[in-house]
């Protein structure tokens, strides 16, 4: 016997490359070689939350043959029936052999169902290669979003579209991408992204785009180094940007043709390594810039970063808090974006202890999405199935509360994925509280409260009450409003804005970060908050 990355090999097993067969073509791959290596190198897209480091369960796979042997990582997320079926985590599954694989089933849905998701105006059938359109773009951890506007008739939306942002192969948060960036995989992030933004706006000629999104996106898009985003004191190369034609910004060469020549290109400025464009563009969209004397708003962006704002007439302070993909839906076993099929909304009768649901578009169901997530542990615990602790009574605990379950599938929600919810959870609350303390406030001084985040379109507020996310104060539905992806909002709102510059400069002037590891409170306040 003899190892080879940790895995024993007979001696007999010495053929160098093997042969691979996934949805119907064969692909060489040199033994030893890890699957997920293959499916990056491919650009077979699959959800690696954990950037490949066995934590999460997300990328499993079947093996229909040559099943390497499971790992400690597969015996955590897959139950003995799964493993003896040929399920492997891509991740950790190391090739020895030639073999056939297949996805799971719920992981190919999503992607079908977030293949690019495009709304258009039936009623506006102009041609988009004509050239008289602007492109809003927000890039998000998780998504992109992009809008294509008319400016000649008043900036009406004509075309909205959605992708998967694929650079998820490298991990679900910013670190993840970071840390991909600087062990030589920066070029490699640059592609998958421009990439996506290409395929958001095939066929659409464009005389200018406008782009926000938060510091280590932008860094990623242009092609900057991420070096002093991964270490203290945390210094991008840049905050703001000249303007500069689309070609440039997507890493087009002289040598090369391209469409985009002609199209100027702005990006929305930052604030630093970690709150950026993506929440100055929410304040511009929210009018952070006019806040009437004696007022205060706070804004709340529920994504991978929790950047969050509260303002007054005079100063604005910010802060980030690493609430993870679970907003998202990454980091839950059955979680997924908010697309067709995903359940968004949950009730639980208190006496049957049975869950009643409603998917996005009314499909069958696929996963849990982010507004889900919330609702569930909200419900569990109205229902007394989960403690303040967050541990499920004994009835539920091996198995996890079953939302779902035919013949092919069960979509369950375990005790793991409760304690991912209240990590994310205790983030936005310390965060919340420890900014408003910081500002000089409380909660009750709050006038207006935005809760932004694309996921947040399918939230109700009032199913989450139990939750303990939110002040009580905020509770209120008076002050507190879902607003969607304010990030693309601001970029449309920028199209055609003489004094767009102005408002820009004025919001990122008065606004001071505060690093929540550095104060006196965030570190109990975070404590407290994980309780339900």
Known sequence: MYKLNGVKLPIAAMKEH????????????????????????????????CAGMGRCGKCKVRFVSGAPRATSADNSFLSEDEIKSGWRLACRAVITEDAEIETDLSTAKEDKAFNIKEESREDKCEDLSSGNFVAAIDIGTTTIAAAIISPKDGNDIIKKAVTMNHQRSYGA????????????????????VTDDLKGLLKNVALKEVVIAGNTTMLHLLVGDSCEGLGISPYKPVRLSYPEMSFSEVLGVTFEEKDIYDETECRLMPGISAFVGADIVSGMYALDFYKIPEGKTYMLIDLGTNGEM????SEKITVCSTAAGPVFEGGGISCGMAGVSGAIEHIKIDKEKKTADYRTIENTEPIGICGSGVLELVSELRRCDIVDETGLLVDEYFEEG?????????????????????????????????????????TSADVDKVYIAGGFSEHLDIDMIKTLKMLPEEFLNKNITECVGNTSLKGCIMAIGDCDYQKKITDIAARSSEISLAGTDTFGESFISAMNL
């Open 401 to 441: 509360f079953i939302l779902y379950k035919d013949e092919k599938k069960t979509i369950s929600f375990s005790q793991n994925d409760i304690r991912a919810l209240q990590l994310a959870k205790a983030a936005i609350r310390s965060g919340i509280d420890t900014l408003l303390s910081e500002h000089g406030i």
């Open 309 to 312: 704002a509260v303002a007054d």
């Open 18 to 49: 093997m042969k691979l067969l996934y949805n119907g073509k064969t692909y060489n791959i040199s033994r030893g070689t890890l699957l997920s290596e293959l499916f990056k190198r491919e650009n077979l897209d699959i959800p690696m939350v």
């Open 173 to 192: 948060d910013v670190i993840s991408r970071i840390k991909a960036a600087n062990e030589g995989n920066a070029d490699e992030l640059r592609r998958l």
